[in-house]
């Protein structure tokens, strides 16, 4: 879009070959891109009898938007939405919110284990989880919950089975302690370029730690917060695998499940999946388009003022 | 207290405070009809031990109407709740388990918390929800995969059950649900046979003939191919099609005791015998589709609904496509026969693949004591044909075990796969389900089928030892 209007804009000067080049180049890409989104559009648009009869590389002989309705309601779309939202929200507040305390201890003070406990946050980013699944897996079993996590919204969900296995607030934390690490380490970086004497100024103010963190450095940081918020609903968003491993109730999956439900132990409608599976992606994209400009901002910030 | 069956429903987004409410109250209501139809003997058989799961409404005080008076609700029976982990996830059986257990609350009172669990994280996971807080009673498969679960005491056996209900089923179910030890450990709730499926209409079209010997097959094909058609669909995109053919394969040339022998490892791989059914597929090859690698069964289905390939080796299940084609004229077209007899002694046996599904009790769900009766009760339910029959309707192309199925509602199809599996002397489960899964799996035998299958002339000796060093180096398996 902008380029396209940076053409038009330029229109009086000689168009040059490698500028042709570029475009074209781009609209390729964009296409190659695009192409797959498309096509599983199109597929979600034609219903399952006419795939069948004529192939997925056909002419269609009905369009319509049945797919969609009925995915809707046989994958229980917004149920699963609501599904991940419960974990997604709080796991993404939390995790910025301690890895933003972390970040403004170890980047904006000076003390012997300074470097230390960043370095150790983030070798957490190292460590695949894969590699500590079956320790998490039992000591969750065997964790009982304490009466006070036992959050409103917890509580609202079918078989408290009292442990720490098979809850919300288990895939939460799990998510919290994995993600804290590259937060810290993004928060951590992007503090270290505001000037001390921010600090400075606010402590002659009479300003206490507190306050500089909540007035003074949380502020500056929101470009960064944004660009990780986008970034961490993703991840956590499409995550699979610990809802996979330390949950077992079907009903408390997240959305991706949803799409799981969609195929059969044989026969799966593959333009209902492709419905499902596009109307699942919706979140994160309007997650994206609302924080986009604090992402991009967040991205280029951090590095022009490195 | 937040029992919400499964799920909830409805496209609205769901308040489960309103949903939980509104199922509760329908409960209770069932409940009390329970009571008022009298079925009070069944559950004092089944309900004696039952110890009462806090609930909070005694059955009979929300039953709707009057007249409660003229049959008492039964005291405990009536109360309390099983728990079940189904992997029927996609809509059409999940609607029959749903309907299944209303049924089954209808009938006893009790509630019933499903929890669903997709098919391939459900058998992907199997091992840890059996290990972790699984359901009292959960869905699962006969044969190896029953058995190594039975071994390792994560399911509990249902001898008692089983002695009730044993009478409604043919002796190759019976066999089918008995673990190494002699117990039971399920009961068989639908199945599927193997054959090779056709097109009545392209068999007439072109005047072929249904083949009975293996040259009349071989023959068959090469009139097909000289026809412009494929003549076998085939397609092994996931790995486990191409399974359905050695089965049967190995079941015509070396016979039953000899498969499972090796699919337990009782026999080996290197043997000659295997070698002759790797040599035997390799000339059926060339008249199976060669795009085989990079097709999906359901794809490879499609080819048979276009009649662009005339057979395909495969399960029952592949009506289920053709229901989805949306044509019932296509559907009825459907048909098949037994894969042909290859002139050996083992013909007489008519093996061949007939998977059973099963449910089966866990061992560790932590409600597991205080729901013994309801348990028991549930896996009773589901050995009735009536039961079986509301899952058949969802048009799931698996067929009823119990011997009391009305069986007025089947098709032609069902028919016929009732009669090719009661005429089978031996029944086998298919590969993935008589052997060890680790073996079946995608790093084992499906993997070195697809091998195969790249290049049927390669050194089949050299492949078969690579085959046994695989089972040889799998770890003993309890």
Same mark, same amino acid.
């Not at chain 1, 890895?99 to 012997?112: E, G, I, K, P």
């Not at chain 1, 970034?231 to 949803?258: H, V």
């Not at chain 2, 359905?244 to 337990?264: A, C, E, M, Q, V």
């Given at each position: 879009?902008?380029?396209a209007?940076?053409?038009?804009?330029?229109?009086?000067?000689?168009?040059? *070959? $490698?500028?042709?080049?570029?475009?074209?180049?781009?609209?390729?890409?964009?296409a190659?891109?695009?192409?797959?989104?498309?096509?599983?559009?199109?597929?979600?648009?034609?219903?399952?009898? +006419?795939?069948?009869?004529h192939?997925?590389?056909?002419?269609?002989?009905?369009?319509?938007?049945?797919?969609?309705?009925?995915?809707?309601?046989?994958?229980?779309?917004?149920?699963?939405?609501?599904?991940?939202?419960?974990?997604?929200?709080?796991?993404?507040?939390?995790?910025?919110?301690?890895?933003?305390?972390?970040?403004? !201890?170890?980047?904006?003070?000076?003390?012997?284990?300074?470097?230390?406990?960043?370095?150790?946050?983030?070798?957490?980013?190292?460590?695949?989880?894969q590699?500590?699944i079956?320790?998490?897996?039992?000591?969750?079993?065997?964790?009982?919950?304490?009466?006070?996590?036992?959050?409103?919204?917890?509580?609202?969900?079918?078989?408290?089975?009292?442990?720490?296995?098979?809850?919300?607030?288990?895939i939460?934390?799990?998510?919290?302690?994995?993600?804290?690490?590259f937060?810290?380490?993004?928060?951590?970086?992007?503090?270290?370029?505001?000037? #001390?004497?921010?600090?400075?100024a !606010?402590?002659?103010?009479?300003?206490?730690?507190?306050?500089?963190?909540?007035?003074?450095?949380?502020?500056?940081?929101?470009?960064?917060?944004?660009?990780?918020?986008?970034?961490?609903?993703?991840?956590?968003?499409?995550?699979?695998?610990?809802?996979?491993?330390?949950?077992?109730?079907?009903?408390?999956? *997240?959305?991706?499940?949803?799409?799981?439900?969609?195929?059969?132990?044989?026969?799966?409608?593959?333009?209902?999946?492709?419905?499902?599976?596009?109307?699942?992606?919706?979140?994160?994209?309007?997650?994206?388009?609302?924080?986009?400009?604090?992402?991009?901002?967040?991205?280029?910030?951090?590095?022009?003022?490195? | 207290?937040?029992?919400?069956?499964?799920?909830?429903?409805?496209?609205?987004?769901?308040?489960p405070?309103?949903?939980?409410?509104?199922?509760?109250?329908?409960?209770?209501?069932?409940?009390?009809?329970?009571?008022?139809?009298?079925?009070?003997?069944?559950?004092?058989?089944?309900? =004696?031990?039952?110890?009462?799961a806090?609930?909070?409404?005694? !059955?009979?005080?929300?039953?709707?109407?009057?007249?409660?008076?003229?049959?008492?609700?039964?005291?405990?029976?009536?109360?309390?709740?099983?728990?079940?982990?189904?992997?029927?996830?996609?809509? !059409?059986? #999940?609607?029959?388990?749903?309907?299944?257990?209303a049924?089954?609350?209808?009938?006893?009172?009790?509630?019933?918390?499903?929890?669903?669990?997709?098919?391939?994280?459900?058998?992907?996971?199997?091992t840890?929800?059996?290990?972790g807080?699984?359901?009292?009673?959960?869905?699962?498969?006969?044969?190896?995969?029953?058995?190594?679960?039975?071994?390792?005491?994560?399911?509990?056996?249902?001898?008692?059950?089983?002695?009730?209900? #044993?009478?409604?089923?043919?002796?190759?179910?019976?066999?089918?649900?008995?673990?190494?030890?002699?117990?039971?450990?399920?009961?068989?709730?639908?199945?599927?046979?193997?054959?090779?499926?056709?097109?009545?209409?392209?068999?007439?079209?072109?005047?072929?003939?249904?083949?009975?010997?293996?040259?009349?097959?071989?023959?068959?094909?090469?009139?097909?191919?000289?026809?412009?058609?494929?003549?076998?669909?085939?397609?092994?995109?996931?790995?486990?099609?191409?399974?359905?053919?050695?089965?049967?394969?190995?079941?015509?040339?070396?016979?039953?005791?000899?498969?499972?022998?090796?699919?337990?490892?009782?026999?080996?791989?290197?043997?000659?015998?295997?070698?002759?059914?790797?040599? $035997?597929?390799?000339?059926?090859?060339?008249?199976? +589709?060669?795009?085989?690698?990079?097709?999906?069964?359901?794809?490879?289905?499609?080819?048979?609904?276009?009649?662009?390939?005339?057979?395909?080796?495969?399960?029952?299940?592949?009506? $289920?496509?053709?229901?989805?084609?949306?044509?019932?004229?296509?559907?009825?077209?459907?048909?098949?026969?037994?894969?042909?007899?290859?002139?050996?002694q083992?013909?007489?046996?008519? =093996?061949?693949?007939?998977?059973?599904?099963?449910?089966?009790?866990?061992?560790?769900?932590?409600?597991?004591?205080?729901?013994?009766?309801?348990?028991?009760?549930?896996?009773?339910?589901?050995?009735?044909?009536?039961?079986?029959l509301?899952?058949?309707?969802?048009?799931?192309?698996?067929?009823?075990?119990?011997?009391?199925?009305d069986?007025?509602?089947?098709?032609?199809?069902?028919?016929?796969?009732?009669?090719?599996?009661?005429?089978?002397?031996?029944?086998?489960?298919?590969?993935?389900r008589?052997?060890?899964? +680790?073996?079946?799996?995608?790093?084992?035998? $499906?993997?070195?089928?697809?091998?195969?299958?790249?290049?049927?002339?390669?050194?089949?000796?050299?492949?078969?030892?690579?085959?046994?060093?695989?089972?040889?180096?799998?770890?003993?398996?309890?």
């Amino acid at each position: 879009m902008t380029a396209a209007t940076m053409v038009t804009g330029r229109a009086h000067r000689r168009i040059r *070959p $490698q500028r042709v080049l570029l475009h074209a180049f781009l609209i390729v890409t964009a296409a190659l891109w695009l192409i797959p989104i498309l096509y599983a559009f199109y597929t979600a648009l034609r219903p399952v009898s +006419d795939t069948i009869q004529h192939g997925y590389v056909s002419l269609p002989s009905a369009l319509n938007f049945n797919n969609f309705i009925n995915v809707w309601s046989l994958a229980e779309i917004p149920y699963y939405y609501l599904n991940t939202l419960i974990v997604v929200v709080p796991g993404v507040i939390l995790a910025l919110f301690l890895a933003s305390l972390v970040a403004f !201890a170890v980047s904006r003070f000076s003390f012997r284990f300074n470097v230390a406990l960043l370095m150790m946050f983030t070798a957490g980013n190292l460590l695949p989880p894969q590699v500590i699944i079956v320790p998490l897996y039992w000591l969750y079993l065997a964790i009982p919950i304490p009466e006070i996590i036992k959050l409103p919204f917890v509580g609202m969900f079918p078989s408290d089975n009292g442990l720490l296995y098979d809850q919300y607030i288990g895939i939460i934390l799990i998510h919290v302690v994995f993600q804290t690490g590259f937060c810290t380490f993004v928060l951590s970086n992007y503090m270290r370029t505001i000037s #001390k004497e921010l600090n400075e100024a !606010a402590l002659v103010d009479g300003a206490g730690v507190w306050t500089i963190y909540r007035k003074v450095i949380l502020p500056l940081c929101t470009p960064a917060l944004a660009a990780l918020a986008t970034l961490e609903f993703t991840w956590i968003y499409n995550d699979f695998f610990w809802a996979l491993l330390l949950m077992e109730s079907g009903a408390k999956r *997240p959305i991706t499940s949803a799409l799981n439900n969609l195929q059969g132990s044989f026969f799966t409608n593959y333009n209902l999946l492709a419905a499902g599976a596009l109307l699942a992606a919706i979140p994160t994209v309007i997650v994206f388009l609302a924080l986009q400009r604090q992402f991009v901002r967040g991205l280029t910030l951090g590095s022009t003022k490195g | 207290m937040a029992s919400s069956g499964d799920t909830p429903r409805g496209p609205a987004l769901p308040d489960p405070g309103t949903t939980q409410l509104s199922r509760r109250t329908v409960l209770k209501g069932v409940a009390g009809v329970a009571g008022l139809a009298g079925v009070s003997a069944f559950l004092a058989a089944c309900g =004696a031990g039952a110890t009462t799961a806090p609930t909070k409404a005694p !059955a009979a005080s929300a039953a709707p109407g009057g007249g409660a008076a003229s049959a008492p609700p039964p005291a405990a029976s009536a109360t309390g709740q099983v728990t079940v982990g189904s992997n029927n996830s996609d809509p !059409a059986p #999940k609607k029959g388990m749903q309907l299944i257990n209303a049924a089954f609350t209808q009938a006893t009172g009790v509630a019933v918390q499903m929890n669903t669990v997709d098919h391939n994280t459900y058998q992907d996971q199997i091992t840890s929800y059996l290990q972790g807080t699984p359901q009292d009673d959960f869905l699962w498969f006969s044969g190896h995969r029953m058995r190594f679960f039975a071994d390792q005491g994560l399911v509990t056996p249902i001898d008692d059950v089983w002695s009730s209900v #044993k009478s409604n089923f043919t002796s190759a179910f019976a066999t089918a649900v008995t673990g190494n030890d002699g117990k039971v450990y399920g009961i068989p709730i639908d199945y599927y046979p193997w054959a090779v499926f056709y097109r009545k209409s392209v068999f007439q079209q072109h005047n072929y003939q249904i083949p009975t010997t293996w040259d009349q097959l071989i023959t068959l094909s090469q009139t097909m191919q000289k026809d412009g058609l494929i003549p076998f669909a085939f397609g092994d995109k996931d790995g486990w099609p191409a399974m359905g053919t050695f089965d049967i394969l190995d079941l015509r040339l070396n016979g039953y005791d000899f498969h499972i022998g090796l699919l337990t490892g009782k026999q080996k791989w290197t043997d000659p015998k295997v070698t002759a059914v790797f040599q $035997q597929w390799a000339k059926l090859l060339p008249y199976c +589709d060669s795009q085989f690698a990079g097709l999906t069964w359901q794809q490879s289905a499609d080819k048979l609904i276009q009649k662009k390939a005339g057979m395909y080796l495969l399960g029952l299940f592949v009506s $289920q496509e053709f229901t989805a084609a949306g044509s019932p004229a296509d559907l009825a077209d459907l048909d098949f026969f037994a894969f042909p007899y290859l002139g050996t002694q083992y013909d007489a046996e008519k =093996a061949l693949d007939a998977p059973i599904d099963v449910i089966m009790m866990s061992a560790k769900s932590r409600s597991l004591q205080e729901d013994m009766a309801n348990a028991k009760a549930y896996l009773d339910f589901w050995s009735k044909g009536s039961t079986q029959l509301i899952m058949f309707k969802q048009g799931t192309g698996l067929i009823p075990t119990a011997n009391d199925t009305d069986t007025s509602g089947y098709s032609a199809l069902d028919k016929k796969a009732v009669q090719i599996v009661s005429e089978a002397q031996k029944i086998t489960q298919f590969l993935d389900r008589d052997s060890r899964p +680790d073996f079946a799996g995608a790093n084992g035998m $499906q993997s070195f089928l697809a091998k195969f299958l790249a290049n049927p002339n390669q050194n089949l000796m050299a492949l078969q030892t690579t085959i046994q060093n695989f089972w040889d180096s799998l770890p003993p398996e309890t």
